[in-house]
């Protein structure tokens, strides 16, 4: 019997992601089981999240803005060329600007510290960055095996190379090292992808045929991927870095489910964009169900025994930590639906862009109103009311205006049912428990 049977593009891609999750959640363990500090493990996390903050909501738009653009792939055969210019483009540029901006960067983030191994983050962030292209290649070619098999290999290598010199005694700066030198394997691989499936030819139609979709993308991701670090953010200019790193590892949602989440969102938008729109939300309704019963029951599991499993699964400093992964745990209920996916497949980036500036503002308001009254518990807080306001207004304008009622493209039941049982037991554990 051939494995292919169990598995599709879709489902690779879904794969690819949690893998990648499991290798940075297997690393940050592998960490507080070592000699580094919580002190030094929050110095790493910083790195990461400055990272992160740099580079996710362009990467965002460009590849999903590629993806929407990906029915042309046959009329353009410089299309991947192109599209790996432009992250190769923005790299640089935003590797200029932090380094024009160190100071500023410094003082917004970590109360103006001086931040460790930039210049190793500097370089990180240049080779690192454009090889996320690689992933949304190989989902456009419907490569279900070379999907697996390259997140098997790459994040099973980051897992030994970034965790093994710690335990052998060196500092966080050769896990720094090792994460270069992996995006550098990474690269060469993406050079290889290029000169397989693209020519090599500047296409300056193409290009800017792509920065227009992708603008309004990329600042509806830097709005809306922002909450994470807008949290970040208010922690760390109100916490010390210990007390950031206990935030870092409790602001984390269900392991997976974000992940698998924006997978199916991501390989359901060239589906939208090239195929039958009623076929293309019975397929996001019944996929999301099934991630409906799949996720909530383990993220119930997860709430009810977090505050057994954190001391266990890291140390004692982290026991604060479960209680803010059980406010994150509830942002389960938004990510299970999907009306973003809708929009971006139809190209009606403009009312996601809106949508996602209130979520930032709510977010903003929100956050520094309940950390008054609940501490660091009210920034995950606040950002689950954001989140959710978000959705609900993206719902709104695909029923007002796209005339797509919600039950079109999931179950109201099944996620309300869901929704009453996860809430209730938080409740238990929070208070009861």
């Known amino acids: 019997m051939k494995l292919s049977r169990f598995y599709n593009h879709i489902s690779s891609y879904q794969f690819f992601q949690v893998f990648r999750f499991g290798a940075m959640f297997l690393i ?61 483009l923005f790299s640089v540029i935003i590797v200029l600007a932090m380094i024009g901006l160190r100071n500023q960067i410094s003082a917004w983030l970590v109360q103006g510290r001086d931040i460790q191994y930039y210049n190793l983050l500097l370089i990180f962030i240049l080779l690192n960055t454009p090889t996320f292209l690689i992933e949304h290649l190989l989902l456009l070619k419907k490569q279900s095996r070379k999907i697996i ?38 690269l060469f691989y993406l050079a290889y992808l290029i000169h397989r499936n693209s020519t090599i030819k500047i296409d300056i139609e193409q290009l800017k045929e792509h920065l227009i979709l992708a603008a309004p993308l990329m600042i509806t991701a830097l709005f809306s991927g922002s909450a994470d670090y807008i949290d970040g953010i208010i922690v760390s200019k109100n916490f010390s870095p210990a007390t950031f790193a206990i935030f870092r590892y409790g602001a984390r949602e269900l392991p997976f489910t974000l992940l698998m989440a924006n ?19 019975t397929q996001i309704k019944e996929k999301s169900t099934r991630l409906m019963h799949l996720l909530f029951p383990i993220t119930i599991v997860l709430l009810m025994s977090s ?36 929009l971006i497949g139809l190209r009606k ?27 660091i518990i009210g920034v995950a807080m606040g950002t689950i009311v954001a989140y959710f306001s978000e959705k609900l207004i993206l719902i709104l304008y695909n029923y007002f205006f796209l005339k797509i009622k919600p039950a079109d493209y999931f179950s109201i039941p099944i996620l309300a049912i869901y929704s009453i049982l996860l809430i209730s037991c938080y409740f238990l554990v929070q208070y009861y428990l």
Do not use: C
């Open 28 to 88: 940050g363990i592998l960490f507080t089981k070592s000699h580094l500090t919580i002190s030094e493990i929050g110095n790493y996390e910083t790195l990461m999240f400055i990272s992160g903050a740099v580079s996710f909501f362009w990467v965002s738009g460009l590849m999903n803005s590629m993806l929407a653009l990906s029915k042309k792939e046959k009329d353009n055969p410089s299309f991947y060329f192109n599209a790996f210019l432009l992250m190769a």
């Open 149 to 186: 098999t390259y997140a098997i290999f790459i994040f099973s290598m980051q897992i030994i190379a970034v965790s093994a010199p710690i335990f052998l005694g060196y500092s966080i700066e050769s896990s720094i090292m090792a994460l270069i030198f992996i995006a550098i394997i990474k």
């Open 263 to 281: 997978a199916m969102s991501v390989a359901m938008i060239p589906i939208i964009a090239s195929t039958n729109l009623k076929e293309s939300l």
């Open 307 to 342: 505050k057994w499993l954190y001391p266990v699964v890291f140390n004692a400093q982290f026991i604060d930590s479960a209680t803010i992964f059980n406010v994150f745990l509830m942002l389960i209920i938004s990510r299970l639906v999907f009306p973003q996916t809708i």
């Open 349 to 375: 980036t403009r009312i996601i862009m809106i949508a996602a500036f209130i979520e930032i503002v709510i977010n903003v308001v929100s956050s520094l109103i309940l950390l008054r009254y609940f501490g």
